[in-house]
């Protein structure tokens, strides 16, 4: 058995994992699904509203079936099959699979999952199945938390259907923070929030009294940073997640702004403007020592680390024109790594280490956009009036950023698009919303 650990706060409510001790086929599955290609057929997946396996479970059970589904649609890779074109149903989870019933509406795959609620414990259990190979895919797997944790439960279900469909890690079970905006355009107020990957379950962290920019999760996803302009200038805090309390970087001298954690979360890489230069700095979260990475007459800005931490990519304007330069995490050598039309901004590392993503502008459009490392096989995977801020899944398929449109009453909002720019989609906020940031899995 593999224990998540337990912790408070927005964190709080998942306690285990189980792998079930069902029989697995010998025969391998025929299913999977390649999340890297273009425009492909969604694959239809039949659901049946989770057993509840008492009366207590029943509303539970309905609502975890719901977002285990939505989940999966949202991806644009699989269909959902609908509950009133099925021949039969799943009134015991442990019976035996009716696979010719689910072949005959032409069901690719099978989730049969069962709900138990029990005083204050609430367990969860599904069950994969290729229909067409008539096999388990994988043993089944059983969470218990508590019933106010049922939402990460149906998304931690849909990560493991994910992964087994596709070979790629999960993204469901994960959080986003970002800036929600209210009223005009012309006095927008701005105050951190928090919600989970598909907008459920909005929280606040701070007020609306004062700007407040690009919050950043750290890697264990307990902390964040952000930028902050409640003493009159930009200043970077760092916040406690679980008990909301934050903290300042006394060390930090001049003016500083984008703010990211290193990979291992003991290093701070931003800007920093001083003397009329803006250039790039890392700052020791323990110590508090500050380090020069950049130097020069040039814009140097939104710093990002590589997954292993050796390098860092940012924009600058050194060549003439705002591009995309790599240089080793110590400072040093930079190399120019964009040479398309237009302008570049906002790099970000994905966290598989193959692909940068970036803001490009060209021709009074804004663009999101992916390279390779090198700056090889440039796609752009949007275009709009203004799209700014790419962040990533926790698996490096999947990049949220925020659209504004054109106008006096212009506001943003926050889209997802893939890798291949073949799904996009607007994720419903309860006001404006802006730069996202995405966490890593929750454990």
């Not at 902390?223 to 805090?237: A, D, K, M, N």
């Not at 291992?264 to 020592?289: C, E, H, P, Y």
């Not at 925020?402 to 799904?423: C, H, K, L, M, W």
């Amino acid at each position: 058995m593999a224990v998540f650990s337990k912790f408070t706060g927005v964190m709080a409510g998942l306690a285990a994992v189980v792998m079930l001790a069902a029989p697995v086929a010998a025969q391998q599955p025929t299913l999977e699904i390649d999340v890297t290609g273009g425009v492909i057929e969604p694959v239809p997946f039949a659901a049946p509203v989770f057993v509840a396996e008492n009366r207590a479970s029943g509303p539970v059970a309905a609502q975890i079936t719901q977002v285990v589904a939505s989940d999966l649609v949202g991806t644009g890779l699989f269909r959902e099959i609908p509950q009133k074109a099925y021949i039969s149903g799943v009134s015991n989870f442990n019976a035996p699979v009716q696979y010719a019933d689910w072949k005959a509406i032409n069901a690719q795959a099978l989730i049969v999952g069962a709900v138990n609620v029990n005083g204050g414990k609430l367990t969860v259990k599904f069950r994969l199945f290729d229909v067409f190979a008539q096999a388990p895919m994988g043993q089944g797997v059983q969470f218990s938390g508590t019933p106010e944790s049922w939402r990460r439960m149906a998304h931690k279900v849909a990560d493991q259907v994910y992964s087994r469909l596709t070979g790629e890690g999960g993204y469901f079970d994960s959080r986003v923070v970002f800036v929600s905006e209210t009223g005009p355009k012309n006095a927008r107020k701005r105050q951190l929030a928090l919600m989970d990957y598909d907008g459920a379950n909005v929280t606040y962290l701070t007020d609306d009294s004062t700007i407040v920019l690009s919050p950043r999760f750290s890697p264990d996803n307990q902390r964040i940073l952000y930028t902050s302009y409640e003493t009159g200038e930009p200043r970077i805090y760092m916040m406690d997640l679980a008990s909301r309390q934050r903290q300042t970087f006394q060390g930090l001298k001049g003016t500083s702004f984008a703010p990211r954690w290193s990979p291992d979360g003991s290093k701070i890489v931003l800007s920093q403007t001083a003397g009329g230069n803006t250039d790039i700095f890392t700052l020791d979260v323990r110590t508090g020592q500050e380090t020069r990475l950049t130097s020069g007459p040039a814009i140097d800005t939104a710093p990002s680390y590589s997954p292993d931490g050796t390098q860092i990519v940012f924009e600058s304007d050194r060549g003439g024109s705002q591009q995309v330069y790599v240089m080793p995490a110590s400072g040093g050598d930079a190399k120019r790594i964009s040479f398309g039309k237009g302008r570049y901004g906002t790099p970000v590392w994905s966290p598989r280490g193959d692909l940068i993503a970036f803001t490009k502008i060209e021709g009074g459009r804004f663009h999101i956009g992916v390279m390779r490392v090198d700056g090889s096989q440039e796609r752009l995977l949007t275009a709009s009036f203004l799209d700014e801020g790419p962040t990533w899944s926790p698996n490096g398929r999947v990049l949220m950023f925020f659209r504004e449109n054109s106008g006096s009453n212009g506001a943003p909002q926050i889209y997802a698009v893939d890798v291949t720019g073949r799904n996009l989609r607007k994720l419903a906020t309860p006001s404006f919303a802006s730069d996202p940031d995405w966490s890593g899995l929750l454990k």
